[in-house]
């Protein structure tokens, strides 16, 4: 892929600081973009736009809150008395909340995570898009991380959700607006992703997210990256309107039980007793022995919801005695 397109745009980054903000700034220094890190915390943001230019890139850091207005409008005006111009940018600041029925959150948790998750989204866009169009950018875009919890709902996070719902919302409004103007808008939508939102979660509680994931795994902040940075290039600017996850498979549905009848094409084990019954009936010589000692099992239609598991599970259920399973089982391993 060729990222040269994104050389020499100019993209703010908000919560640059760490996680997934902070991965997206230094991929887009690195691919020569000019990178306005904004956070809160001065020293983390100093020390995000130093590694930045020590990579031989371009970055300022800004501080500002970016739930409030005139942070933002003074983070916009500082970007254009650097650099002249605005081309992109990232709203990425957000705060994570919940883990409890919706009943149980303070009334003041409401505005708590509406200021940064949607204010801070809804003004980011505002102001920069302004800038956007002033400055005549030939590529134009605007991402807002959203969240897999902006897809479908996640028990326990009822204003979490309703947020990153919401971002969703004004990102494909928003797409319509700015399509005629060559700017891009989009949504990416993380799911479980290695950053510092979850707090001192135990591992065990990491574990559980690294399950609950058809991946079997979290995600890392650069996997984000890495979308937010094809966004910003030349080779996406027929994307826009969209809500894009990363997030192993998590949002696409719902985990049901699933068997494979195959497992062996990753496990390569061969053809045994350990063998599911599809594979023992689909093979010619395992199929008769297996008939041999339960005649018409494989043309026994009710059996073909279990092809997913081995003889050895099933065959007890067929009351042979144990010397002849063994016999079978044995058998087959030695075929
Ligand atoms: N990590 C995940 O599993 C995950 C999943 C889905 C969505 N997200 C979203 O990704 C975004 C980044 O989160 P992260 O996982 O990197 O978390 P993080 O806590 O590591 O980083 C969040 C960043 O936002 C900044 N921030 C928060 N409030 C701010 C404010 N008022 N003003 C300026 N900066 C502010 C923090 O200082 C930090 O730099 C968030 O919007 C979050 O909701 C994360």
């Keep these: 892929m060729d990222f040269s397109s994104v050389k020499g745009k100019v993209v703010i980054v908000t919560g640059a600081t760490r996680g997934i903000g902070e991965a997206t700034a230094k991929i887009y220094g690195e691919h020569g973009m000019k990178v306005v890190c904004a ?27 970016c739930g ?39 009334d003041e948790d409401y505005d708590k995570i509406f200021d940064i998750n ?3 989204v809804f003004i980011g866009m505002k102001y920069a898009a302004e800038a956007i169009l002033k400055s ?3 590529g134009g875009f605007i991402i807002n991380v959203a969240s897999v919890a902006g897809i479908m709902a996640q028990r326990g996070q009822a204003l979490y959700t ?16 700015y399509a005629p103007y060559n700017i891009t808008v989009n949504a990416i939508c993380p799911g479980y992703t290695q950053t510092s939102i979850f707090g001192d979660a135990p591992d065990a509680a990491l574990d559980m997210f690294a399950k609950d994931c058809p991946a079997g795994r979290m995600g890392n902040p650069n996997e984000c990256a890495y979308l937010a940075l094809f966004l910003a290039s030349g080779m996406a600017r027929y994307i826009t309107g969209a809500a894009i996850p990363v997030d192993g498979a998590l949002s ?10 195959h497992p062996e094409i990753v496990t390569g084990a061969s053809l045994g007793s350990n063998s599911t019954i599809a594979a023992l009936v689909e093979n010619e010589a395992s199929r008769a022995i297996v008939e ?20 050895k599970q099933i065959a007890p259920m067929f009351g042979l005695p144990e010397g002849t399973l063994n016999e079978m089982l044995n058998e087959l391993d030695n075929m």
């Design 162 to 177: 309703a947020t990153k719902h919401g971002i969703v919302g004004m990102t494909k409004s928003a797409a319509l607006d």
């Design 136 to 138: 005549h950018s030939e």
């Design 252 to 261: 696409a549905g719902h985990q049901n039980v699933s068997t494979w009848r």
């Design 118 to 120: 949607s204010k801070g």
């Design 39 to 65: 956070a809160r915390s001065e020293a983390q943001g100093e020390a995000v736009a130093k590694s930045i230019v020590e990579n031989g890139g371009e970055a300022i850091f800004v501080k500002a809150d």
């Design 68 to 106: 409030k207005k005139e942070d933002i409008k003074s983070l916009i005006a500082k970007t254009l008395e650097t650099f002249g111009r605005l081309d992109g940018i990232v709203n990425n600041a957000g705060i994570g909340m919940g883990g409890i029925p919706l009943h149980e959150y303070e």
């Design 292 to 311: 041999k000692y339960l005649p018409g099992f494989s043309s026994n239609a009710q059996l073909k919801q279990a092809y997913g598991m081995t003889l």
